[in-house]
């Protein structure tokens, strides 16, 4: 499977009704009964907010952790659960949700980083099985409106960089939202952008990183959460998209709308984004 199968904007989307209850609203989607959550790493800064904010509402019993410290994952680890909540890294984060679809439990996930091909064995392995799965990059509500909004403006443009702007103690860099709107806007534009080159670095590396043809550059301050900028360079003008975000709490009622959208029945394969599982219209 190649990246143009797995972009992040075009699989699994429901599409918009103005007529019809909107999808960020519980009862269009809510299941008939209590839904049974696995949080893995429960003793990290988001496993800690998914643990208190989602046992407050009403549909969702969180019914336990799962991390490392407690040794090999196996189908045990998934007992009495019927999703897994996963906001852990990278390197581990795709075993596990295999290991919870091979279990039968549908995987929401927010981990940042995970690569198109493990994403790819991610997709096939709910289909195989006959369930749901989320993958987001960002489950907030103004970062699923970041990536369909540079995805309008992307053809427009013959430039763009990308800041991104994170706490001190975040794991990876660039961040799994860059990257993905990074792959988004490339993919919307339908080739790369223009890089201008630069004669002469005085200091390596301070041109960024590339992905996709964008430059990504990456910022790490204490006092800071998260902030990303889009920023589309034309001719005498600039266009900046930006989003902040303040706290994780608000990742709670987001995460808890993606958790009833894996139980909808009939939906199978990894929904990519959170726009998708808002049903926002596609782009294309």
């Given amino acids: 499977m190649d990246a143009g199968d797995l972009d992040a904007h075009s699989s699994s989307v429901m599409m918009y009704d103005p007529l019809m209850t909107s999808p960020l609203d519980p009862s269009a989607i809510a299941p008939p009964s209590t839904i049974r959550v696995l949080v893995a790493g429960p003793n990290g800064k988001m496993g800690r907010t998914m643990v208190a904010g989602l046992a407050n509402i009403d549909d969702i019993e969180i019914v336990g952790g799962v991390s490392r410290a407690d040794g090999p994952i196996g189908p045990a680890s998934f007992d009495g659960a019927d999703v897994i909540v996963d906001f852990t890294n990278a390197e581990t984060a795709p075993a596990l949700l295999l290991a919870a679809i091979e279990a039968g439990v549908r995987p929401v996930s927010g981990t940042s980083g995970i690569s198109l091909e493990a994403l790819g064995r991610i997709d096939a392995a709910a289909r195989a099985r006959g369930i749901a799965a989320t993958w987001c990059a960002n489950y907030r509500l103004g970062g699923a409106l970041l990536f369909y909004l540079t995805r309008i403006v992307a053809p427009f443009y013959d430039s763009v960089e990308i800041v991104e702007t994170h706490h001190s103690t975040k794991h990876d860099a660039p961040s799994g939202t860059a990257l993905a709107i990074a792959r988004s806007i490339r993919g919307a534009r339908e080739r790369d952008f223009d890089d201008p080159a630069v004669g002469h670095q005085n200091i390596p590396g301070t041109r960024g990183g590339v992905e996709s043809g964008v430059r990504i550059h990456s910022v790490r301050l204490p006092g800071v959460l ?34 009833r959208e894996v139980m909808r029945s009939g939906r199978t394969g990894l929904i990519r984004g959170f726009e998708n599982v808002m049903g926002l219209p596609s782009l294309g």
Wanted: aromatic share 8%; proline share 0%.
């Fill in 226 to 259: 998260g902030r990303h900028d889009v920023v589309f360079g034309g001719d005498q003008e600039t266009l900046t998209i930006t989003h902040d975000e303040f706290g994780r709490d608000a990742y709670v009622g987001t995460v808890a709308i993606a958790i």
